[in-house]
């Protein structure tokens, strides 16, 4: 049983793989389909097909668990990240900015609502970046953590104003 699903101007397939399990292909702008083989038995595969024939693999990477999670967290934190700073265009006056959490933040440590920068500065964070990871719309809850990037999106003043929150606690 093979099916199609478009989303955006993305192409996916899905393919039944009898006997081994179901194969998702994503089809490029460059003619290149990329695969995700998932494997009955719960082991997956990444593979890229040749561009003249869609049924010959070129080349396949077994994936362990740990291994698939951390690659779609990398595509996802990198889209995520781009589809945010591509605001800033979109948008006259509005910017995107990423602000490093000071080491020596009063508000580290402490639940992102702490900050109360919405209120005070008229900013959106809508996301916190954690090492490779990335943190969508972050909760009040959320508590910020040595080494976290704040992702924020507003006018000019309202970003420099964040920045010295975030460093030197209210004014």
Known sequence: M?????????RIEKVDLPGIGTRHDLLTDGGRRVSVV???DGERDLALFD?????????????TDDEAAAL????GSSVTMSRLT???????GLFTEQLALPTDSPYLN????????RTRTRVSIVALVRG??????????????????IVAVG???GLDLLARIVANGPD
């Open 155 to 157: 006018i000019r003043e």
């Open 51 to 63: 561009v003249d024939d869609p049924d010959a693999s070129s080349e396949s990477v077994a994936l």
């Open 132 to 149: 490779d990871k990335v943190i969508p719309s972050p909760t009040p809850a959320e508590v910020l953590r040595p080494g976290d990037v």
């Open 110 to 117: 402490r639940p992102l609502g702490d900050t109360k920068a």
């Open 38 to 40: 998932s494997h009955r």
């Open 72 to 75: 779609a967290d990398l595509l």
């Open 86 to 92: 591509s605001l800033a265009g979109d948008a006259e």
């Open 2 to 10: 093979s099916g199609s699903l478009c989303l955006v101007s993305v």
